[in-house]
Structure formats: structure tokens, C-alpha cells
């Protein structure tokens, strides 16, 4: 492989795609001041400039929402398609087939996935295409102005909605159960985590989830809300410290590891994750191990972020579709339509 | 007694489920190979297995192959169809049955055979036990086929065709067909008057099916993409795509150009389909009415987000559970409107299986072109049953894969394009596709509010620009959408619309009412929305126009009274649907029922008077010349019949 650090005389802000953080980029966001879904925002620019991926070879999907009006607030420069509320999966799906080696960045939120958009949400994982699915999940429809969504935990108060009288559904557990070949769960409030998060998700070749406890800052931020900063800084519970390494800088992240103590889990790209344990040895591909701690978490009231679950063994959508080398959307009559002889033979199929 | 000879129709009555289709598929393909006209339905309930079906067959000498009222010939396998079977032959027609459904025959109008299948089939000891009621179903194969003298070696070409040239099937069916045949011989004697003569009509033809040739027309229109859910009557095509495609797109390196994907349920079979077609590929899904409900708010957005995709809705009665499956052209409305917002569909109406395969591919190019939803309205009569059909053609014209930008295009234009900017004055932009490298290739896609360049704007003119282009681009389809064909009569005076599979039940009608009426009429089948010019042109010829079709409320009747309110008093509504496929009897009785006397006679025999609202406005609107010409011809067509 050849050397890809950034040539002398080269700008350092300049990335090894040549391009520089602005070109990552998105409108001004129009979402309350504050909010967690803008930080979000920030930390796909700086993961995506990080990994030297360029804008062309992305495309952003969205449905309806808060959350689904970020994609306008980064990646300028990336084809977006704002689509219907609950079904961004399905577009995403029929779109990533028309470009085998484009990388989907779905930003959906959790009215958006765990209510309207659930059979979409959990039929997308069993299909695994290759795109990043980011639930910023605030328990509460904020561009409507307040109502519980599916995430909301029972016994939330909410002004004019009164009491919530529902369990909540956990958008984690529901992509574990679906088949998911990626999940981690992170929180707004924690940039560093949700970077390397992104980073290790958009290396996964499939689906990879990500369900981001975002909170409301206008409609859904008491003390005790499951989705509120301060609960959330409270219970957060990580479960790794997680680094994401490109290939290319492999060799100087394995000095830095101690024996022992770490676990790799290598993606579809060659780049690696590196999973460090804090307080119990937690194996990632396990299903087994990735429910357990959901329920446990659930049980205590923990908010378990990290890296849940992985698997790269799976293939992606369109490689179970065996296509053609170039893209679907390249091809030519001579490729689509089939030659002049084949209608004396069809012809002749019939009776 | 006289012969009748190649024009009556053979109705069997079976349990839906008993695996009747391939005995009565084997006369309708033997009658075909013989030359002679004719349709077969399938009249089926929505069950697996039990309840009461039948198979109509219409065979006719001239060409006229609607489905026939008066049933002729009966085969009644069914016992708890047995006594309305009785019932339903007839005067003078033929009626076979099971001899081991023991109930009176009440009958003595007509000839009865009764059919011994059951020992028949016993007799034959290569026949297994389990196989004996699908085997038995060929015993009235044979039996029908020496008392009307249907061909064996067409019935055994029929069996081979079926079968897929596998022997051991082939030979266990035709034996039956055999012993029926040979048993009908020894021991019926003859006592009706229907027999089949060999002809030439059909000597070039083939038969199809709707759904398998919209498969294969969007196959040879280069279909990309489908996403689809199953449903009743539509499931047969994506079913035909999955067939056809490895076979017709088959490449050297074994490869794929294209995808089907079944999704959990018609809101993503359409999603995926529009994420498709908005990335670039030739996308496509095919449902029925429900299916197409649920596809509302994706078509809505197809529209206004300027997406090419096809939508074939293969109509039938709905919703939910009843008649699911029986036919119908109860859709037209809903998909003329669907969306919300302002919205206008293009609709394509294919009249045949030919033209099935026809709009398959043209689909395609009319999407790309206006960059839309394209719809193509089957119906269950259609799509399910099999038709004669000229050959299928090779598209005539190179694929139409309308405006798009590539890299190259966007250098030359030094990245300089708005995505619904309208360059050409037709309303339509040029578009760029996902995985285009350009670095201002991109443009981000919403439904309302964006301006010219893609950029989010609520400014009020900038909305009412866009929707003003939307209008424009819909004008601009007049030019791409296929013309009516018109079927034309010397001297007729009253004009018939209709669309779709009702055509040869109005064209059977259309000589009924000639020769047994004296009403000369020209027909025109619509075979597209937006209304081209021919259908104006059309519309203004005459003082009183019927519109034919297949459902309660004239939905057809309704469109056209909103695009021609100026000639609306002369638009009149023959609508009927009760399921059944169109007949000749219905569109002759709807159309004679709506029937006005021409204005000139009606004023001869001083009833001046009692002119009606409609009449009053009908003189109205008779101001063109060909208007005029034609109420002359009404004058002296009308008097030599009716005094």
C-alpha cells in the first residue's frame, strides 16, 4: 500500500483526499441552540474529514423529524434525499442499489425509527445495506412540539401530555433481535465516544447502527428524563473505551496497546476496531453477551454505551445481489435492454 | 338440428383448488391451435381451497372473444355448484357432469352427458391414487373433445407445452384425455349442436398472459430495479420478472444488471423503487388497488420530488377481503388524483397482453423523460387470464433515458446547473445521479421547497413557480403519452370511450348495435392520461358520447367531465362492475339504455317540448361543423330502423 500522509508543502488542515474540513460542511443548522443533534452534526464532519473520505462517495438519507433535518447541517458536497417520516430505510435501500460503492449515512430519529418507521427500521437490519443508521434518540417529538415518542421511558411527565403510561422500546435490543450486523449506542454529550463510534460504523461494510441518546433541550430535559443531559452524564455506563484506527496508521496504535488488554475486531476495509475493557472482558461478536448486558443495563437503570455488537462476516445487500462491476446507474441500453433475436425467442416461450 | 360451428363458449364449474387450470387451459390453448378465436377466464374466489370457481371459454368464428352471458356448454364438476350449473345452460345447450353427483336433473331443454371420471381414471392403473382428482379433471378434457371434435394432437401439444415437455405427466394427463375420449365415443350419442371446424384466425398469434408480458415488455424496456409485495392479481408480474430476468439479461460473466427486492409491505416496495429511480436506475413496482393506497404518500412524493419510476396496478375489487379476486377498473380515480397537494398522473392504459409488453418498456421511457411516476392500469382480467395476441414487438425506438448530467456534461457546463431549472421550456430539469464524482454534481432532494437551484426556500413565488413547472412538464407528457386507437364505422353517429381490457366486449357491442339496432357508433379506447389531442378531436365529433368501463361510479365519465366541462351534457356514463369480466350483453344493454334519439327525429315527432335539460344542452354545444355533419348522418341511419 502506498505512503497516504499528507505530502510536504500540503496545508495541515488539508486531509489526504486533499480536502479540508470545509469541504465536509453542511448549512447553518436551524435546530434549537443547544441541541444534541448539532453536535452530532459536528462529529460526522470530523470523522468523515478524519477518514479521508470524500463527499462524492456518500449519500445522506433522512425521514421526518428533528433529527432528519441534520443531513441539510453537514456533507454539502454528498447527494440527499429528505425523504417520507419512517421510511428512510426503503429509499436508502432502492438508492444504495444504484451504486454499489457508495456508503449510506441515514440520520433518523426515535419517533422517526421506533414508532412510524419500525417495520422499516427492523426489516433494513435483516437486509443489511451498507450504511450508518444514526438514531438521535430523544425520547420526545420536538417538530411537533413535545409528545412521548416510542423511546420515552414510563412515568415521563411531559407538559400537555401528562404521564407516559408505556414501556419504552429500546432501539438497540430492537437491531439485535432484527439481525444487525453493527450496534453501538452512544451519547451526545460525549463527543469522543460518538467520533469513534462514527468512525468505527462508517467502516463497517453494512448496516451499522447507531442510537445516539441525543436529549431535547427545549422539550424533553427534566433532571430525572431518561434523555436529559444530566441523567444521561449520571448513568452513562461505557462499556469500552473504543478507538478507531485507519490502516494506515495501524503501527503506531500497537505500540501504544498493552498485551492483554485489548480486542480487535478487524472490518470489511482492513481498519480495525480496538475495544479497551474498563470493568469486565466484553466480547462484541457475541449475541448472547450483547443481550445480556442490554437487560442488565435496562434492569439498573444503566445507560450502556459502546460498541454492543459486531459482525463482519455477514455480506452487505448488494453483494448478495452479485452485480456487475460497474455501477447499476452507468449502464447503457446495450447492457439494459436485451438484444433484437431475444423477442423471436420470447415469442416463441408463448403458446 | 343445425350445426353451430366455432361460436359458443364452454363454461366448467369446478372447487377452487381441485387443480382444474391445467384441463381447462388444455381446451382454451387446443382450441387456439386449431385456429380458432377465443379467450378463456379464469372466475375464481378468494380461497385456496373449496369454494366454487369457474372457467369460461369463448369460442368465436368472427374474432369476438368478451366473455359470453349465455353459457352454452356446461361441465359441471362441483356438486355444490351442481344445481346453478343446471340451471345456468342454455336452451338447447350442453350440459356434462360427474355421474357421481347424484342430483335430479331438472332439465329437459338440453342435452345431458352424464361423465364417469372417477371410474375412468380407476381404470388406468399407472394412475397413482393420490393423482386421481387432478388427473380426472383431463377425463372431460377427452370427453369434450370427441363430442365437439377438439383435436387430440392439439390437446397433447397443449399437454406438452404445459408440462414443460416432461414426459411422465405428459403421458399420464394425455391418457386420460384418451380414455375420456374414448369412453365419450362408445358410449354418448350426440345431441347438441356445437362443434369446433379447424380455421386459420389464429396462424401467426401467441397467447399470454397480462403479467407475464408487462414482465417481459419491462424487461426489454431494461429494468434496473424492482421492489415489490404480493398481492392478488398483481403478484404474477414481479413473479414473471423473477423468472424472465436471469434468462433474457443473462450475461457472460453471470453477473446482474438488475435487483428484485420483496419488501415487507407496499410503503417500502414503492420506497425502495423511488430511492432507485431517484439514484438513476430503471425502477419499477407492481401492486393493486390496497397495494396502491398504501404506495399514496411515496407516489405523492415521486411527484413533487420529480423521480422517475413505473407503478403497474393490476386492478381489482377492493378493499380487504370479498371480492379480491374478480376484476375491475375501479382504480382510475384514485390514481388520477393520488398524492396530496396538487398532483397529476401520468396513467398509461394498456387495452391487450400486447399492449401490456408495449407500455412495459414504454413506461420506462416516458418516467425518464418527464422525470415523474408513470402508472400503468392492468386489471385482473388482464393480467390473470390467457389472451391472443399479435407477437410480441421489439421496442422501435432507442431507450429515452431523458436529462441527465454526467461528469463530462458538468465540466462543460463548469458545474454551472440548477437540478429544476427549466433550460428548455418544458418544464423539465436535467438531473444528476448518486455516485457522480463532480464536486457540484449533488443536490439535495425534498418534496416542496426548493428553488430552481435545489436550494430550501418557503418564498411564496418560488413555490407557485415550481408548481406552475410541475404544469408545464405534465403539458409536455401530452407529446410522449400513447394516441387512442379508433375504431371507426361508416356513417356513425354516436361515439364510445372506453380503456383498457373492456375492448372487445365494446367492439362485439359496437356490431350488436349496428346490426341488430341500426346504431352506428366510432370507438375510441383512451389509452392514456394526460388526454391528447385526439381525444378533443374526438370528443367534439359527436352529439352523444357513451363512456364505457368497469366500475359503479364512471370514474372515466368523471375525469373527462372535468377536463371537458364544455361537453359534459353529451358525456354519458356506462358504467358497470360487478366483477365479472366486460361482456358484449352489458355495454349493449348500458349503452342503449343511455341512447338518445338524435335531436332532429326526436323533433319530427313533435315532443319539442318535453326537450330535457340534457337535450337543451346538447343543442348547445352543436356548434362545430363536424357536429353538424354527424347529426345529419344520425337522421338517416336512425329512420330506416326505427319507424
Known amino acids: 500500500m502506498t505512503e497516504a500522509l499528507p505530502m510536504a508543502g500540503t496545508p495541515s488542515n488539508t486531509n489526504t483526499a486533499g480536502l479540508t474540513k470545509n469541504d465536509y460542511r453542511g448549512n447553518p443548522s436551524t435546530l434549537c441552540q443547544g441541541c444534541g443533534h448539532n453536535s452530532i452534526s459536528n462529529q460526522i464532519v470530523t470523522a468523515l474529514y478524519e477518514m479521508n473520505i470524500v463527499p462524492e462517495d456518500v449519500v445522506k438519507f433522512s425521514g421526518i423529524g428533528c433529527s432528519s433535518k441534520s443531513p441539510t447541517y453537514f456533507l454539502n458536497r454528498s447527494f440527499g434525499f ?160 473504543i478507538s478507531y484506527i485507519a490502516p494506515r496508521n495501524e503501527i503506531i496504535l500497537e505500540r501504544e496497546m498493552e498485551d492483554g488488554e485489548v480486542r480487535e475486531v478487524t472490518l470489511h476495509d482492513g481498519s480495525t476496531v480496538i475495544l479497551k475493557n474498563l470493568e469486565k472482558s466484553y466480547d462484541p461478536s457475541n449475541r448472547y453477551e450483547a443481550m445480556r448486558v442490554m437487560e442488565d443495563a435496562q434492569r439498573n437503570n444503566w445507560l450502556i454505551t459502546g460498541l454492543l455488537y459486531v459482525d463482519t462476516t455477514k455480506p452487505n445487500l448488494t453483494s448478495m445481489y452479485n452485480l456487475v462491476d460497474t455501477p447499476l446507474n452507468r449502464l447503457t441500453e446495450a447492457d439494459l435492454r436485451p438484444d433484437r433475436s431475444m423477442i423471436d425467442k420470447v415469442n416463441a416461450l408463448m403458446f | ?411 462543460e457546463l463548469k458545474g454551472n446547473w440548477g437540478r429544476y431549472l427549466d433550460k428548455d421550456g418544458d418544464g423539465i430539469g436535467y438531473r444528476t445521479f448518486p455516485g457522480n464524482k463532480h464536486p457540484m454534481s449533488s443536490y439535495f432532494t425534498r418534496g416542496t421547497g426548493h428553488d430552481a437551484y435545489a436550494k430550501y426556500s418557503e418564498e411564496a413565488h418560488i413555490y407557485l413557480d415550481n408548481m406552475n413547472r410541475l404544469k408545464k412538464k405534465h403539458e409536455t407528457a401530452k407529446q410522449y403519452v400513447p394516441a387512442p386507437v379508433v375504431h371507426t364505422m361508416k356513417g356513425a353517429t354516436v361515439g364510445i370511450i372506453a380503456f383498457g381490457s373492456t375492448e372487445a366486449a365494446v367492439i362485439e357491442a359496437q356490431h350488436q348495435l349496428a346490426t341488430e339496432h341500426g346504431i352506428k357508433t366510432d370507438f375510441m379506447r383512451v389509452r392514456a392520461l394526460p388526454f391528447t389531442a385526439e381525444v378533443d378531436a374526438f370528443i367534439k365529433k359527436y352529439d352523444q358520447i357513451m363512456v364505457v368501463e368497469m366500475n359503479r361510479d364512471g370514474q372515466m365519465h368523471q375525469i373527462l367531465l372535468t377536463e371537458y366541462p364544455m361537453f359534459g351534457p353529451k358525456l354519458k356514463s356506462v358504467a358497470y362492475g360487478d366483477g365479472m369480466p366486460a361482456s358484449a350483453k352489458w355495454v349493449r344493454e348500458g349503452i342503449l339504455a343511455k341512447y338518445q334519439k338524435p335531436k332532429a327525429a326526436a323533433q319530427k315527432k313533435t315532443v319539442a317540448k318535453k326537450v330535457t335539460k340534457k337535450a337543451a344542452a346538447v343543442s348547445k354545444s352543436k356548434k362545430t361543423v363536424a357536429a353538424k355533419k354527424s347529426t345529419a348522418k344520425a337522421k338517416t341511419s336512425v329512420k330506416s330502423k326505427r319507424k
Not at chain 2, 396538487?342 to 392504459?349: F, G, K, P
Open chain 2, 1 to 411: 338440428m343445425n350445426k353451430i360451428v366455432n361460436d359458443f363458449s364452454i363454461t366448467v364449474g369446478t372447487k377452487n383448488g381441485s387443480g382444474s387450470s391445467t384441463a381447462n387451459n388444455t381446451i382454451l390453448r387446443s382450441v387456439f391451435k386449431m385456429g380458432i378465436p377465443v379467450s378463456g377466464k379464469n372466475l375464481f374466489p378468494s380461497n385456496i381451497q373449496g369454494l366454487p370457481t369457474w372457467y369460461t371459454i369463448r369460442v368465436n368464428k368472427d374474432g369476438f372473444i368478451a366473455r359470453r352471458e349465455e353459457l352454452d356448454i356446461v361441465i359441471a364438476i362441483n356438486p355444490d355448484s351442481f344445481a346453478r350449473d343446471l340451471a345456468s345452460v342454455v336452451p338447447g345447450g350442453a350440459f356434462f357432469y360427474a355421474d357421481d353427483i347424484k342430483q335430479p336433473i331438472t332439465r329437459a331443454d338440453i342435452a345431458v352427458y352424464p361423465m364417469p371420471i372417477k371410474n375412468i381414471v380407476k381404470s388406468d392403473p399407472n394412475v397413482p391414487t393420490d393423482y386421481r382428482d387432478l388427473v380426472g379433471n383431463m377425463v372431460y378434457v377427452g370427453v369434450l373433445a370427441q363430442m365437439i371434435n377438439m383435436d387430440m394432437d392439439k390437446i397433447l401439444a397443449a399437454l406438452t407445452f404445459h408440462f414443460k415437455g416432461k414426459q411422465k405427466p405428459i403421458d399420464m394427463n394425455y391418457n386420460a384425455v384418451k380414455n375420456g375420449f374414448e369412453w365419450a365415443k362408445a358410449n354418448l350419442e350426440k345431441k347438441d349442436p356445437f362443434y369446433l371446424e379447424p380455421m386459420n384466425k389464429t396462424e401467426g398469434l401467441i397467447m399470454a398472459d397480462g403479467n407475464t408480458a408487462g414482465a417481459l415488455g419491462s424487461i426489454f424496456g431494461g429494468v434496473q430495479f424492482v421492489g415489490w409485495y404480493p398481492i392478488t392479481p398483481a403478484t404474477s408480474l414481479a413473479e414473471a420478472l423473477n423468472e424472465n430476468l436471469p434468462v433474457l439479461r443473462k450475461r457472460e460473466d453471470g453477473k446482474h444488471t438488475y435487483a428484485v427486492v420483496q419488501a415487507e409491505d407496499e410503503l417500502a416496495a414503492l420506497g425502495m423503487s423511488v430511492g432507485a429511480g431517484w439514484a438513476g436506475l430503471r425502477s419499477m413496482t407492481s401492486t393493486s388497488g390496497p397495494g396502491l393506497s398504501l404506495m399514496t404518500e411515496f407516489a405523492g412524493l415521486a411527484y413533487y420530488a420529480e423521480t422517475p419510476v413505473v407503478i403497474w396496478d393490476v386492478q381489482r375489487i377492493g378493499p380487504s377481503t370479498g371480492l379480491p379476486t374478480r376484476t375491475s377498473q375501479g382504480d382510475l380515480s384514485f390514481t388520477h388524483f393520488i398524492g396530496h397537494g396538487d398532483s397529476h398522473s401520468i396513467i398509461l392504459l394498456p387495452g391487450d397482453v400486447y399492449e401490456c409488453f408495449e407500455f412495459g418498456w414504454k413506461a420506462f421511457d416516458i418516467a425518464e423523460r418527464i422525470q415523474t411516476p408513470v402508472f400503468v392500469l392492468s386489471d385482473l382480467d388482464m393480467g390473470m387470464n390467457q389472451w391472443m395476441s399479435k407477437p410480441f414487438q421489439y421496442p422501435e425506438t432507442p431507450m429515452d433515458r431523458g436529462k441527465v448530467l454526467f461528469e463530462k456534461d458538468l465540466e
Open chain 1, 82 to 241: 429528505n425523504s417520507l417520516h419512517g421510511r428512510m430505510p426503503s429509499i436508502a435501500t432502492g438508492a444504495l442499489f444504484a451504486d454499489q460503492y457508495l456508503k449510506g449515512i441515514g440520520v433518523s430519529g426515535d419517533g422517526d425509527s421506533a414508532s412510524i418507521g419500525m417495520g422499516q427500521f427492523k426489516h433494513v437490519m435483516r437486509r443489511n445495506p451498507n450504511m450508518l443508521y444514526i438514531v438521535e434518540n430523544n425520547g420526545v417529538y420536538g417538530l411537533t412540539k413535545g409528545q412521548f415518542s416510542a423511546t420515552a421511558e414510563k412515568g415521563l411527565q411531559l407538559k400537555k401530555q401528562g404521564e407516559n403510561p408505556y414501556m419504552p422500546v429500546d432501539i438497540c435490543m430492537e437491531a439485535l433481535v432484527s439481525n444487525a450486523t453493527f450496534i453501538a449506542r452512544s451519547f451526545a454529550g460525549n463527543p469522543k465516544q460518538v467520533k469513534e463510534l462514527l468512525k468505527a460504523a462508517l467502516a463497517h461494510n453494512g448496516i451499522a447502527v447507531l442510537d445516539i441518546i441525543s436529549p431535547c433541550v427545549t422539550f424533553n430535559n427534566q433532571e430525572n428524563a431518561f434523555h436529559s443531559y444530566t441523567w444521561g452524564k449520571d448513568h452513562e455506563e461505557p462499556l469500552h473505551e
